[in-house]
C-alpha cells in the first residue's frame, strides 16, 4: 500500500487495540454491526430519494448482500444504500462517531477481560470488524456520485483511501479478510444464525450468497437467497413477536446492548393512525446531560425512514426514549417546516408523552406491589418466580432527575409527573412518593417540608431540620440540581405547599412535639431579646438579619435564606453559572435554648465583654456558614478566634 497511510484518531486507536486481539466468544457481532450500518445507509438513501428520485437511478431496491466465499476466505457486506465519498470514509471509518463506541469507551477500565466484557455490551459499531479480519477494504460511491473510494486498513496502523478504478454503482461492500480462526463466519448456516438472532428486524431484505468451497463438488452452489424477514417489526403483529427479536430491534434503534427497562408498543387509529415502538433504557446514557443529545426515535411514514432528528416528537425530558413512530397520516415528502410545527406531530408527541408516562406509573405501580408482597413475604408471581429486570425505583435512581426537569418544562403533564416522582427523605435510605409522604404527615401538618443541597446524605444532619424532627416531621431531602428550579414552578401538591427549611421562617407550633407540648415563648425573653439587637449591630452589613429560631433544637445557630430571596443551593448554581455576581445576605437564626446562647445572652448584659461577644458572633456566623456548605470569607481568623476560645475552656497550662 504506497497511498498515504493515515493514522486512526486517538480513540480508535483505544479501541482497536482491544478489538484487535479480541478472543471474544461473541465475535460474531461484528455482523450485526455490518448489516446495521447497512441498513441505517440505506433508510438515509430512501429519505434522501424522497426529494431527489434520481439517486435510486436504476437500481430502486434497497436491500444488504452477504458474500461468503471460502475460497478466498472473504466475506463481504454489501448495501446499495447512500454509500460514502472519500472525506466520509475517512471521517466515519477513521474517528469515533458519537456512537455506541463513544459509549465503549467512557466504560473502559483498562482491565483486559472487564474490557473485552464490555464489547457484547456496547457494540463498537464498524471496528468490531477487526475482531474477525486482519484485512479490510470498504468500497464504496456516495449516491448520486459517480468516483468511488476504496478505505483499507489492517486494523493497526492507520488506513487508507484511494480512488476506486471500478466503482461499486452505489452504496458501500465492506470486504473482510477473514482470520484463519475466523472461517466459521463463512459457513452459511452460521451466517443465517447469526442474522436470525441479531439482525431480523431489519426492514431491508438481506440477502445470502453463499459459494460453495474450491474443489466442493459435493455442494452445489447456494442460490442467492433472503434470509431474515425484512418486514417492518413495529408493524408485526405483537403476538408474533419474540422477546428477542424485540430486544434485539431495541439493541439496533438505541445502539445500545442492555436489557430496556420498558418497552410500548402500540397503534393509534381515528383521528390520527401510526404505530409506535418505543423502549425506556434501564441504564443511564452517557452523554444523557449533553446539551446535544436528543430522543432516539425515528420516524417513518408508511415505513419509509423519514428522520431520526425530529426533537419535537417527543419533550426533552423524554430524551432517553428510543424507538420508532411509523405515521400513516403524514404525506412521504413532508416538509421539515410541517414536521416541525405541524398539528398531526404535535397531537402525537401529547400521546406519546402520555403513554411514555402510563408506562411508568404502571411500572411504579408493579414495583409498590412486588415491595408490598415481598415485604408481606409473598413472591408475586402466581408461579412464585419474582419479577426480573431493575425495579421502578432503580430505574428512578437512574433518570429520576431527568423526569422531574418535565415538572419545570411540561405543566400539562406537572400532576402525573409528581405522582410518578420519588424523594429521598428522612424517614430512612429508601424512596418515598409524595403520595406516602402526605399519607404520613404528622397532626396539624399542612407543608410538605423539604431541604436542598449537594448532597442527601449531608443534608441528613442539617440543623435547620432539627424542630421538623423533633416534631416527627419527615423532610424530604433533595439533591438533584434540577429540584430548585422545578420548586420555583411548582408550588404545592395536593394542596400541601412545597416549604423549604432553609429559607424564610417557618411555623411548626401547631405540629405537637413527638411527645412533650412545646409553649414558644419561653424562649424569647428579654435577655435573648438584647443579645439578638447586639448581635445584629456587631455582624452588620454581614447578615440580613439575627433571629430567635423556631428550627432549631440541638444546633446553637443556622444560616437561613431570606423570605423573598434565593434559596442557598439555587444561589450556589447560578453564582456557578454567572448567572449572579455575589450572594444574598442570609439571616442568622439562634437557637434560644442551647446553653452557648444563654451564657452569650448573660454576657451580653457586660459591657466589658463586648470584645468577646463580637468575637463570638463572628465565630458563631462562620459555623453556621461552614454548616451551610458556604465559603468563611477569612478562614484564618476563623481559625484563630476558635483557637482562642479553645484555649479558654481548657485549664491553664501549669
Ligand atoms: N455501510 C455503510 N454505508 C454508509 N455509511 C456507513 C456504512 N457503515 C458505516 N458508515 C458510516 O460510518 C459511521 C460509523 O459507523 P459505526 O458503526 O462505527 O458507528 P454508528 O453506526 O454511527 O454507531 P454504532 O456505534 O451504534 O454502530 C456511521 O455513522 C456511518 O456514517
Ligand atoms: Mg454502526
Known sequence: ????????????????????????????????????????????????????????????????RIVADPGTNILSVVDNGIGMDKDELAANLGTIARSGTARFLEQLTGDRAKDLKLIGQFGVGFYSVFMVADKVIVRSTRAGQDKGWIWASDGKTGFTVREDEEPLPRGTAVILHLKDDAKEFLDAARIREIVRTYSDHIAFPIILEAK?????????????????????LWARPRSEITEEQYREFYHHVAHTFDDPFARIHFTAEGTLSYTALLFLPAHRPFDLYDPRRRHGVRLYVRRVFITDQLEELLPRYLRFVSGVVDSEDLQLNVSRETLQHGIVVQKM??????????????????????????????????????KKGPSYLDWWAEFGAVLKEG??????????????????????????????????????????????????????????LEAALAKGCEVLLLDDAVDEFWLGEVKEYQGKKFVSLTKGEVDLSRIPDEGKIETPDELYDEDLKRLLAKLKALLGEEVKDVRASKRLRESAVCLVADEHGLDFRLERILRQHHQIERLARPVLEVNGRHELIRRMAAMAKDASREQDLAELAKLLLDQARIVQGEPVPDPGAFSRRMSAFLARGLPAAA
Not at 26 to 44: G, P, T, V
Not at 217 to 232: D, F, G, L, M
Not at 366 to 386: H, L, M, Q
Not at 411 to 435: C, I, M, Q, Y
Open 1 to 64: 500500500m504506497d497511498e498515504l497511510v493515515q493514522p486512526f484518531e486517538a480513540e480508535v486507536g483505544r479501541v482497536l487495540e482491544i478489538v484487535v486481539n479480541a478472543l471474544y466468544k461473541e465475535r460474531a457481532i461484528f455482523l450485526r454491526e455490518l448489516i446495521s450500518n447497512a441498513s441505517d445507509a440505506c433508510d438515509k438513501l430512501r429519505y434522501e430519494s424522497l426529494n431527489r428520485p434520481e439517486l435510486l437511478g436504476s437500481d430502486p431496491k434497497l436491500e444488504i
Open 212 to 232: 460453495p468451497r474450491p474443489g466442493d463438488t459435493r455442494t452445489k452452489a447456494h442460490e442467492p437467497q433472503q434470509i431474515n424477514k425484512a418486514s417492518a
Open 349 to 386: 408527541r401529547r400521546q406519546l408523552t402520555k403513554r411514555v408516562l402510563d408506562e411508568l406509573a404502571r411500572k411504579a405501580s408493579e414495583t409498590a406491589e412486588t415491595s408490598a408482597s415481598a415485604t408481606a413475604g409473598e413472591t408475586g408471581e402466581p408461579d412464585g418466580e419474582v
Open 407 to 464: 415538572l419545570f418544562e411540561d405543566p400539562d403533564n406537572r400532576e402525573r409527573l409528581l405522582e410518578l416522582a420519588r424523594f429521598k427523605s428522612t424517614r430512612g435510605p429508601g424512596w418515598v412518593s409524595l403520595a406516602e409522604y402526605v399519607a404520613r404527615m404528622r397532626p396539624n401538618q399542612d407543608q410538605i417540608f423539604y431541604i436542598t443541597g449537594e448532597s442527601a446524605e449531608a443534608l441528613r444532619t442539617s440543623p435547620q
